[in-house]
């Protein structure tokens, strides 16, 4: 059976990463900082996919199969070293999203923050 989001836990997914990261030896390789530099390129090279482009562009590559999976190969590459690097720094990535959407939700009160993009710092009590 094919892996879905629905299927397979964060935890699997890190363990795989660690798999084969120490089949390679490459732990050696892996400090924070360059799991860190590698998650930026990375992301980086995802941005590329979307650069210079208007949202009907982008809406009309994401039609195509073949664009599609280059940006699923590019998230996946960027989830490989997030993976990689919350192992590193032994942080567990479920706990760390759950308290940081706690934080969000009092930076940003849904009666004050609906419909808009501004940076939490822009909501006042007054507002």
């Known amino acids: 059976m ?3 989001d629905s299927t397979v836990t964060i935890e699997t997914l890190r363990q795989s990463v660690r ?4 089949a390679r030896d490459w ?5 924070p900082k360059d799991l860190s530099i590698g998650l930026i390129i ?3 090279e995802l941005l590329e996919h979307f650069r210079f482009r208007n949202d009907a ?3 009309a590559q994401l039609a195509d199969a073949d ?3 280059h940006v699923s190969h590019e998230l996946a590459d960027v989830l490989f070293f997030l993976l990689a690097l919350s192992h590193k720094l032994n942080i567990d990535l479920a706990q760390a999203l759950d308290e940081k959407m706690a934080i969000s939700a009092q930076r940003y009160p849904v009666e004050k ?6 940076k ?4 006042t009590d007054t507002d």
Do not use: M, V, W
């Open 27 to 31: 732990d050696q390789f892996h400090t």
């Open 67 to 69: 664009f599609r999976q």
């Open 57 to 59: 562009e982008i809406a």
């Open 19 to 22: 798999t084969f990261i120490e």
């Open 42 to 44: 990375e992301a980086g």
């Open 2 to 4: 094919t892996p879905s």
């Open 113 to 118: 923050a609906r419909g808009k993009n501004l």
């Open 120 to 123: 939490y710092t822009a909501y």
